[in-house]
Nanobody
Framework: QVQLVESGGGLVQAGGSLRLSCAAS????????MGWYRQAPGKRRELVAV???????NYADSVKGRFTISRDNAKNTVYLQMNSLKPEDTAVYYC?????WGPGTQVTVSS
């Protein structure tokens, strides 16, 4: 059974940083493409970042240079380091594997 559990969200001031974690189980993590998505109120869910099994990454233009996705295959965990946060980054952030989603973690950036 695939399970994705996010953690690390919270309230932060603009310019601050947060690190999100997603612990995965029920998959062969080391060969899995993992992604982070987000959904702000009234908006569609959008891709934030993705990382392949070989460590290649891709980012939404809106977060390039500020966010970093990484993975620890020994811990079956994918991370999203978010720096220089802006109020427009406020959203529920979701971990993704294939068609599976975690429950999400709220990130709120105050101005």
């Amino acid at each position: 059974q695939v399970q994705l559990v996010e953690s690390g969200g919270g309230l932060v001031q603009a310019g601050g940083s947060l690190r999100l974690s997603c612990a995965a189980s029920g998959i062969i993590f080391s060969i899995s493409v993992m992604g982070w998505y987000r959904q702000a109120p009234g908006k569609r869910r959008e891709l934030v970042a993705v990382i392949t099994s070989s460590g290649s990454t891709n980012y939404a233009d809106s977060v390039k240079g500020r966010f970093t996705i990484s993975r620890d295959n020994a811990k079956n965990t994918v991370y999203l380091q978010m720096n220089s946060l802006k109020p427009e980054d406020t959203a529920v952030y979701y971990c993704n594997y294939n068609t599976r989603w975690g429950p999400g973690t709220q990130v709120t950036v105050s101005s």
